[in-house]
């Protein structure tokens, strides 16, 4: 089965760039999207299609795929970024949706 | 208001069954494939099963397939997911979610990304 593998944590001071990566077999051939998950709260969708924001996000979150790694960016962190993050495609091969294991984003 | 509401979750025994619900309002609700994704405590998401907006296509997680029935009724706006035989592992938050928006490349109902979410209905499985 397809596996995306994003790092446990990143961590980044206020006003710094976060960079949360998901690795994956040729990922950059897939469409890749990024939710975020803050403590007791429902996913937001932040990106999809790689680098596309859904209406009232900020222009600080981006993303990018390439290769065998699609990365989330986040400019000018907020101590309210704070949050997990999870990418997550199409598995084609076995018709099934796959998520990242997550990453906590911890404002220092 | 654009929402999506869950509801029917609790305490079961293991081997037991539990039906969830999902109350959609605010928008179209058959023009969207749904699906639905949980979350076991402290843990990652995992996606459990979608069904396209007439119920055509569905399509299920190994860990859920032959134990559980995803389906709608699109004259009430609601999703629903039939859980039995059910097992400690389980236990987790289960969220419905809109496939809203459509991924790149090759059209298919699970190309997409989870543009709307509910608040989460619990789960627990336990004797």
């Known amino acids: 089965s397809y596996v995306l593998t994003q790092p446990p944590s990143v961590s980044v001071a206020p006003g710094q760039t976060a960079r949360i990566t998901c690795g994956g077999n040729?990922?950059?051939?897939?469409?890749v999207h990024w939710y975020q998950q803050r403590p007791g709260q429902a996913p937001v969708l932040v990106v999809y299609n790689d680098n596309d924001r859904p209406s009232g996000i900020p222009e600080r979150f981006s993303g990018s795929n390439s290769g065998n790694t699609a990365t989330l960016t986040i400019n000018r962190v907020e101590a309210g970024d704070e949050a997990d993050y999870y990418c997550?495609?199409?598995?084609?091969?076995?018709?099934?949706?796959?998520f990242g294991g997550g990453t906590k984003l911890t404002v220092l | 208001e654009v929402q999506l509401v869950e509801s029917g979750g609790g305490l079961v025994k293991p081997g037991g069954s539990l039906r969830l619900s999902c109350a959609a309002s605010?928008?179209?609700?058959?023009?969207?494939?749904m699906n639905w994704v949980r979350q076991a405590p402290g843990k990652g998401l995992e996606w459990v099963s979608c069904i396209s907006s007439s119920s055509s296509y569905i399509y299920y997680a190994d860990s859920v397939k032959g134990r559980f029935t995803i389906s709608r009724d699109n004259a009430k706006n609601s999703l629903y997911l039939q859980m039995n035989s059910l097992r400690a592992e389980d236990t987790a938050v289960y969220y419905c979610?809109?496939?809203?928006?459509?991924?790149?490349?090759?059209?298919?109902?699970?190309?997409?990304?989870?543009?709307?979410w509910g608040q989460g209905t619990m789960v627990t499985v336990s004797s």
């Open positions: 040729n990922i950059g051939s897939r469409s």
């Open positions: 979610a809109r496939a809203g928006l459509v991924g790149s490349g090759y059209s298919h109902p699970l190309n997409v990304a989870f543009d709307m």
């Open positions: 997550q495609m199409w598995d084609s091969s076995r018709d099934h949706v796959v």
């Open positions: 605010g928008f179209i609700f058959s023009t969207y494939n």
